[in-house]
């Protein structure tokens, strides 16, 4: 059990949840049928999202030129956004991060969620001691466009992570072709796969979900459900006509 502080860096900060699990895009696939694919899923509920106050329009007019907001920056008076750099808009988080030695925070966009014409960038904070708050920050990829980041969408996204983790890591080198019983595992599987889309279309295997193999047996743990991450509980600081 780890501990995250977080401090608001103005009275009307936005709210902090852990992240929705619905994409558009993932909606409007065949019966919804995105959703079905559990990494995919997990992935998306796997961290905590800063909801946008208010819309806000930009445009990008290309090359080396900074982007306007052509829509209004304030929400109850205070700038939730502004554009100083080639190509880019910057939100504000109205939060600064803290967490316990040994831990550091990621801030990027939402897995697997798009805005037509901006990418998310990605940030790694050593929120362990840095005090201040930072800025999301997305790239304009259309020039001449005007982007709409609509109120109410994920516009940050972030979680934490081991500081030094990722430099412990070794890696094994294997050869799939070295294992024969891996291999007929594989082709078993693949065969079983192939036989159920044509049997039965639109349909999983389910086994990283069910943790089975094409058998029935248990070769993995059952997944039930999505991971339920504690969400902060936000008071206003004042109430704001």
Request: hydrophobic share 35%; net charge negative.
């Amino acid at each position: 059990m780890t501990e995250m502080t977080l401090t608001r860096t103005h009275q009307l900060s936005p709210k902090i949840k852990q992240s929705r699990l619905k994409r558009d895009w993932m909606d409007d696939t065949y019966n919804k049928h995105a959703y079905r694919c559990l990494p995919l899923s997990a992935a998306n509920v796997n961290g905590w999202e800063i909801i946008l106050q208010k819309e806000i329009v930009a445009i990008w007019d290309g090359g080396m030129s900074v982007p306007r907001i052509i829509s209004d920056d304030s929400f109850n008076g205070r700038t939730i956004a502004n554009c100083n750099k080639i190509g880019m808009i910057d939100i504000h988080l109205g939060w600064a991060f803290g967490t316990e030695q040994g831990f550091d925070t990621v801030v990027t966009g939402s897995p697997n969620f798009f805005i037509d014409g901006l990418e998310p960038l990605t940030a790694l904070i050593p929120s362990n001691w840095w005090p201040d708050e930072v800025q999301m920050t997305w790239r304009f990829t259309t020039p001449g466009k005007e982007v709409v980041l609509p109120e109410g969408m994920p516009f940050a996204f972030f979680y934490i992570q081991p500081s030094h983790l990722l430099e412990e890591v070794n890696f094994k080198i294997k050869n799939l072709w070295d294992d024969n019983e891996l291999i007929e595992k594989r082709m078993s599987y693949s065969d079983a796969k192939m036989k159920k889309q044509i049997d039965e279309p639109w349909t999983w295997m389910n086994g990283i979900r069910t943790g089975l193999n094409e058998r029935g047996e248990q070769i993995g743990p059952r997944h039930d459900s999505l991971v339920q991450l504690a969400e902060p509980e936000i008071s206003e600081v004042y109430n704001v006509d």
